[in-house]
């Protein structure tokens, strides 16, 4: 797979498309998809995903690491015990969250403006 920094609009979709299915593979849920172009100068795009629990976060957040996208990951922030990740990969944000700290910082609300991109 093609590192992002050097993708396209193509590229783009189809390692939003990858990681999607990957953290479904893992039985995350609520995946929302926003797309902040125009809105947002650090990044382009947000994938959003809820976790059942601190197991279940880890497990996404290892399937994100290792397994797929780990020449595209920049950084991590926060801890599964803290109940929100943040992954960074460049144009691509992935928050995982437990859902009592997804609908604390409800994430969709404040960026209210962007839109929601469907994911197949």
Known sequence: MNSIFKGDFLAITELIKNIVKSLGDKKG???VVLDLR???V????FVICSALNIPHIEALLQQIKSEVFSE???SIEGTPSSGW???DMGR???HLFLPDK???Y???ELWGDAKKIGID
């Not at 650090?42 to 795009?45: P, Q």
């Open 72 to 74: 595209d990951v920049r």
């Open 38 to 40: 125009g809105i947002a």
């Open 29 to 31: 849920f609520d995946i």
């Open 92 to 94: 691509i944000i992935i």
């Open 102 to 104: 997804r609908e604390y």
């Open 85 to 87: 990740i943040l992954i």
């Open 42 to 45: 650090f990044c382009d795009y």
């Open 106 to 108: 409800s994430l969709e």
